[in-house]
């Protein structure tokens, strides 16, 4: 058998350093990693975790989650990182799905990935990526499988908080509940975070306070990390962190981290301020340019980026003496295709000419690039840090006089009312300029540490992540925002494609956009003079939002514009070119479980002893320690989770064309319309439990099996009324409904049974005792929300799974 250096090599092709060993063979997995950039952190925490849920001593296997989340702030770093990981488990031979490569520059290079194409092979680990525009939706289908997940701050905490970004919600309680049980958070260049590390800290508080069906481990890594940045209000670093940085003695003793960390890079400072126009900017890379070079320049803003681009590119088509140099534009505001290509061109070996690459923040962390010269604005010093380590990355210029910074400075420093910082704060800015002073070099090794503090603007607290499970709207129809607890408030963006649309906006049959088809855009004046279209999940319909807020995926007419391909979101362009959609889909957000959708007929008993199967199947994977009532009200659940099917607005519902007549819950044909608006079987299938003295978390876990019931029974405003007044009704159901006597499995027949919805009251009835708010609030304080939310998500992937396979035993559908 190999060991870890071993693993590491075929994985990577280099020799591991000793803490990426460390890492993964000490007993304790670290919670905090500093490594200078350019060391490996992510291969250190990727194959770390792989070694200790695939490789290791049992005990350690046993003991590692099995999901590896892997948070990133920034969409660039997360595909480079999924191109990584993609590409060291296809080396080790242990990739689910299928990874095309190619020959480039000499090296393999991943080209394209589907998880979900080739064989279905469980001991594989499928590489699933999650990110505005690219989210693998169907990654929440095998909970007992090992898996990876790699996205961006926005996707994967908005998950984590139960309001996920671009899905319907749904499945919101389903991500909640995998992404707060049995998994190692990685959280990458956390420096680059703002209130999405404070909210880190926070979920890992509460897992521990209100505990978990299985255990969460979260690392924390950076460049420049401090550990007082980890200490919000309920983290407590012993409990939630109890792990040391991992010592890099060893490692300064080798040749590869010493020509990194002793690079040489000199840093002076620009004779000319920011301006907005950048033309010293320009003047400045055209002079200090090096031919067969690359001359990287970092801007705090897009618009500036664009600027000082648009100049160097007049530059480079003058007549007389014109710039020499390739040229390159890369910041966050690109469609996928143009960002590739841009990128692309970026990581590429300059030519004899040289490149100039006008960049942003999107550069600081993760981008495996090494300049000869640097030009950079100035910058919160954590961000300085990273920018140096863009410069003489790995020492190959040392015999050559090193590398050249050159920081350009802000006018007006002292005085706030004049000063533009954007997107950085004064004191920040003024804290980094007196940093840099009296520096000459900017090497690791010369670069003093400083403790900088962070300070958080949101951070949740104990009653928010109460009340955020809860997925019910408010009577208004609004959410809870928790785009406060993810990023900063001037960060906020949405996600916008274009279309040909006639003059009377797009009709239901305009399907949502391919990955390759968004845009990060600012919620801007821009944005909002334009005709924006929001899918609406419920009416099925595109309309005019009347709000726009962060994590929205929004449609434009093409004649809108706003968008070029060289400059990227401008707001400015005429018209904009829609991109090729041959993969476009049914809109995200869409209200319906397409999981539980079946292509096939399956009475309630068949279908009933189909999901008792998936279920046991699953339990006996060891994804949780249940207890006996749990594991009781699970299976109670399994048995009675379609007894509502027998309520004859479901059956009348039944296509025409069924093969015979019984009491169906599966059919392959499309259902009707049900007689009764807003109908939910999933409630009379509560309510006839807990008629029949199930369980209040057999009833919930019911209930809950579509992610429509949960806490909450009420009324909705477009849904039929009985025609007495005084007749209780909520989702379909009236008072005094009744359901036939109905086979629920072998073994177990309901009985015609009388539904109550004296439990939407509040307070106590005589009859059916307290109210359902009131056993659910229990319920939910005694298991808590994570706890809660696991074993809600394990039924759903049972029923599922059961939907997809037909009742005589044929193969199931694995997508």
Not at 36 to 41: D, L, N, R
Not at 103 to 112: Q, T, V
Not at 473 to 479: K, V, W
Not at 721 to 739: H, N, Q, S
Request: hydrophobic share 40%; glycine share 6%.
């Amino acid at each position: 058998m190999m060991n870890y250096k071993d693993i590491f090599k075929k994985a990577t092709d280099y020799h591991p350093f000793q803490y990426q060993i460390d890492m993964a063979e000490k007993c304790d997995y670290p919670s905090l990693l500093e490594v200078p950039t350019g060391m490996g952190k992510t291969a250190a925490a990727v194959l770390g975790w792989l070694w200790r849920r695939r490789y290791a001593a049992k005990d350690i296997r046993d003991a590692t989650p099995r999901r590896l989340v892997y948070c990133l702030p920034m969409r660039v770093l997360v595909e480079q990182t999924r191109d990584c990981a993609v590409t060291w488990l296809h080396n080790l031979g242990v990739l689910g799905g299928v990874a095309e490569f190619e020959d480039k520059d000499g090296r393999s290079k991943l080209k394209n990935y589907d998880p979900w194409d080739g064989d279905d092979e469980p001991a594989k680990i499928r590489v699933h990526l999650l990110m505005g525009g690219e989210v693998d939706r169907d990654w929440d289908m095998y909970p007992e499988r090992d898996a990876i997940l790699i996205g961006t701050q926005d996707m994967l905490l908005s998950r984590a908080l139960n309001r996920g970004y671009a899905m319907s919600r749904f499945r919101w309680p389903v991500q909640f509940g995998l992404l707060n049980n049995d998994c190692l958070w990685v959280m990458d260049e956390i420096q680059l975070m703002g209130n999405g590390l404070g909210t880190t800290t926070q979920l890992q508080a509460f897992r521990r306070l209100f505990t978990t069906a299985a255990p969460v481990r979260t690392l924390w890594m950076s460049a420049t990390m401090h550990e007082d940045w980890l200490k919000t209000v309920d983290f407590d670093s012993a409990l939630d962190a109890p792990q040391e940085l991992i010592p890099l003695d060893e490692d300064r003793k080798s040749k590869i981290f010493s020509d990194r960390y002793e690079a040489k890079k000199h840093i002076s400072k620009a004779q000319f301020d920011i301006s907005e126009d950048g033309k010293e900017t320009a003047w400045l890379a055209a002079e200090s340019h090096i031919p067969g070079t690359l001359t990287l320049i970092v801007i705090n803003t897009v618009k500036r980026a664009q600027a000082i681009y648009r100049l160097l590119d007049k530059m480079r088509t003058a007549k007389k003496d014109g710039l020499k140099a390739d040229l390159v534009l890369l910041h966050s505001r690109f469609r996928q295709f143009d960002r590739d290509r841009h990128l692309a061109a970026l990581l590429a070996t300059p030519s004899e000419q040289g490149t100039i690459a006008v960049c942003t923040q999107v550069i600081e962390a993760g981008v495996d690039i090494s300049a000869k010269t640097l030009i950079t604005e100035l910058a919160p010093w954590s961000s300085l840090v990273q920018r140096f380590g863009r410069c003489n990355r790995y020492g190959e210029f040392n015999e050559d006089g090193g590398g050249n910074i050159i920081c350009i400075p802000y006018a007006n420093l002292a005085d706030d009312k004049t000063l533009k910082p954007a997107p950085y704060s004064p004191e920040e800015l003024r804290t980094a300029a007196g940093r840099l002073k009296d520096l000459t070099e900017a090497g690791p090794y010369k670069l003093p540490a400083f403790n900088d503090a962070m300070v958080f603007t949101h951070v949740p607290r104990r009653k928010d992540i109460i009340e955020l499970f809860d997925t019910t709207p408010d009577l208004a129809g609004a959410d809870i925002d928790v785009s406060r607890f993810i990023r900063e408030a001037d960060e906020y963006d949405v996600q916008i494609f274009w279309r040909d649309l006639p003059e009377t906006g797009p009709t239901f049959k305009e399907k949502g956009p391919a990955r390759d088809e968004l845009c990060a855009v600012p919620i801007d004046k821009e944005l909002k003079q334009k005709k924006l279209w929001r899918w609406d999940p419920l009416e099925r319909i595109w309309t005019k939002p009347k709000t726009v807020y962060p994590g929205l995926v929004l449609l434009l007419g093409s004649d809108q514009g706003g968008y070029s391909k060289e400059l990227g979101w401008t707001g400015k362009e005429k018209s904009t070119e829609p991109v090729e959609h041959a993969y476009a889909r049914e809109p995200d957000g869409n209200d319906d479980d397409k999981q539980s959708f079946s292509k096939v007929w399956q009475t309630i008993a068949e279908h009933t002893v189909l999901v008792n199967e998936k279920l046991t199947a699953m339990l006996s994977q060891n994804l949780a320690e249940l207890n006996e009532s749990e594991r009781d009200g699970l299976l109670d659940a399994a048995r009675w989770h379609d007894a509502g099917k027998a309520h004859e607005q479901f059956q009348q519902a039944i296509p025409d064309n069924a093969p015979y007549r019984t009491t169906w819950a599966k059919s392959a044909s499309p259902m009707k319309r049900y007689e009764r608006a807003g109908f939910r079987h999933e409630l009379a299938s509560a309510l006839a439990m807990l008629a029949h003295s199930k369980s209040d978390l057999a009833a919930y876990l019911a209930a809950a099996h579509h992610g429509r019931v949960r806490l909450s029974i009420r009324s909705l405003p477009l849904e039929t009324r009985p025609p007495e007044m005084e007749r209780r009704f909520a989702r379909g159901i009236w008072e005094d409904d009744v359901l036939p006597e109905a086979q629920l499995c072998e073994g177990i027949k309901m009985p015609e049974t009388v539904l109550k919805l004296s439990y939407m009251e509040l307070g106590e009835d005589p009859e059916t005792g307290q109210s359902w708010l009131s056993r659910m609030f229990q319920l939910r304080d005694t298991l808590g929300p994570f706890r809660l939310a696991f074993l809600e998500t394990i039924l759903r992937i049972a029923d599922w799974r059961a939907s997809a396979q037909p009742a005589n035993g044929e193969e199931e559908v694995t997508r």
